[in-house]
Structures are given as structure tokens and as C-alpha cells.
T-cell receptor
Framework: SQTIHQWPATLVQPVGSPLSLECTVE??????LYWYRQAAGRGLQLLFY??????ISSEVPQNLSASRPQDRQFILSSKKLLLSDSGFYLC???????????FGQGTRLTVV | QKEVEQNSGPLSVPEGAIASLNCTYS??????FFWYRQYSGKSPELIMF????GDKEDGRFTAQLNKASQYVSLLIRDSQPSDSATYLC??????????????FGRGTQLTVWP
């Protein structure tokens, strides 16, 4: 069966520090991978989407970047965090073009 | 950003009642529709998906889709306190450059009281 791992579960980082969140998927090949952010009082916002290794689409301009160095690995990064980067970050995967996405457990990031 | 709107709530119903959650979407080309449940502090979990106009039933849950009206709903029958959560509507455009991208509404918070 497919599983998705996302870590860490919680993170407190100072403003201006770098960020690296990692997500890996097991039990499937060539998944679509997503990074979402859920800020307080707001819905799930799609940040990045990837259909394959090295292929990244950005949904909104922001202080973040994403990379996909391996088929089942998706990384979210920032060189310098802002207060507004705080939120609940969720990695998700799907297979095919028209199907549901399954979420990891999420990382709650607080920038102080 | 693709618009997905949900009734803002919060919605409060007694145990055993029917809870009705609504969602509208702006892109007429949307292909597939999903309902997720999210407990506080947790990640969303899929409840149902629907692709075709009409109703789809799964246990106590019924999803309804009307593409002409760009409307999708979720009915929860015999609501239980354990159904108390935020319900997220999601839309997949399923075509072209946005194939596979899933867009979410802000969610409706449901409370089922004993």
C-alpha cells in the first residue's frame, strides 16, 4: 500500500533562517506531488505541483521554492523565512490526471 | 487561483440529523470533485469523490453534483459527534496545463452535538 512520510511534525524557526521540509512517498511510481499551505483562518493553498523529477510548477509567487530530486521525494525550501511563512504545510500525492490526492501528516511551521 | 466557495458556517446540528454542506466552483471545465474531512490539527482525509452529475452514496454520506449549476454538495445522514470536523471541498480541473491540480475551498466547520 502507498504511504507518505513528511517531517518534521512541528518546527519553530526565526525570521531570516532557511527552511527545508521533506516528503517521501512509498508504494507508487511516478506520482504527482503537491505542497500545500494552510495559514490560520485560510483554506488550503496550492504552492507547488510536480508531475515528475525536476518538473516543478509554482502556483503563487512567494518566498519558497520546491525541488524533486527523485521520483518519490519532494522538498520545500526557503533561503530566508518571513513571519508570513508560518502555517501548516502539507505534502500530498496523486496518480493520474483526474484523481484524488492523499496527504501526509503535515508540518506546523511557526516563524518567530 | 481557481475559485472554490463553501458555505462559511459554522454549521451545528444535533446528533442523528442530516448535515448539508455546499460548494460552488467557478471553472466550468472542472472535471472531478472531492470532499475531505479535517479534524483540528490534522491533515485532510478523503471522504468521497464524484465525477458525474447526480448523486453518489457511500454509507451515511451522499455527494451530489450539478455541473450546469457548478454546484457540489455533501449530505451526512444520521450525524454523529465524531463527524464534528471541518469539511473541505476540492476541485480538479483535470485538463491541459492544470491537469491533476487540486484546488480547495476554505472549508465548513461542522459541529454535531449530542
Amino acid at each position: 500500500s502507498q504511504t507518505i512520510h513528511q517531517w518534521p511534525a512541528t518546527l519553530v524557526q526565526p525570521v531570516g533562517s532557511p527552511l527545508s521540509l521533506e516528503c517521501t512517498v512509498e508504494g507508487t511510481s511516478n506520482p504527482n506531488l503537491y505542497w500545500y499551505r494552510q495559514a490560520a483562518g485560510r483554506g488550503l493553498q496550492l504552492l507547488f505541483y510536480s508531475v515528475g523529477i525536476g518538473q516543478i510548477s509554482s502556483e503563487v509567487p512567494q518566498n519558497l521554492s520546491a525541488s524533486r530530486p527523485q521520483d518519490r521525494q519532494f522538498i520545500l525550501s526557503s533561503k530566508k523565512l518571513l513571519l508570513s511563512d508560518s502555517g501548516f504545510y502539507l505534502c500530498a500525492w496523486s496518480v493520474g490526471g483526474n484523481t484524488e490526492a492523499f496527504f501526509g501528516q503535515g508540518t506546523r511551521l511557526t516563524v518567530v | 487561483q481557481k475559485e472554490v466557495e463553501q458555505n462559511s458556517g459554522p454549521l451545528s446540528v444535533p446528533e442523528g440529523a442530516i448535515a448539508s454542506l455546499n460548494c460552488t466552483y467557478s471553472d466550468r471545465g472542472s472535471q472531478s470533485f472531492f470532499w475531505y474531512r479535517q479534524y483540528s490539527g490534522k491533515s485532510p482525509e478523503l471522504i468521497m469523490f464524484i465525477y458525474s452529475n447526480g448523486d453518489k452514496e457511500d454509507g451515511r454520506f451522499t455527494a451530489q453534483l450539478n455541473k450546469a449549476s457548478q454546484y457540489v454538495s455533501l449530505l451526512i445522514r444520521d450525524s454523529q459527534p465524531s463527524d464534528s470536523a471541518t469539511y473541505l471541498c476540492a476541485v480538479n480541473l483535470g485538463r491541459g496545463s492544470t491537469l491533476g491540480r487540486l484546488y480547495f475551498g476554505r472549508g465548513t466547520q461542522l459541529t454535531v452535538w449530542p
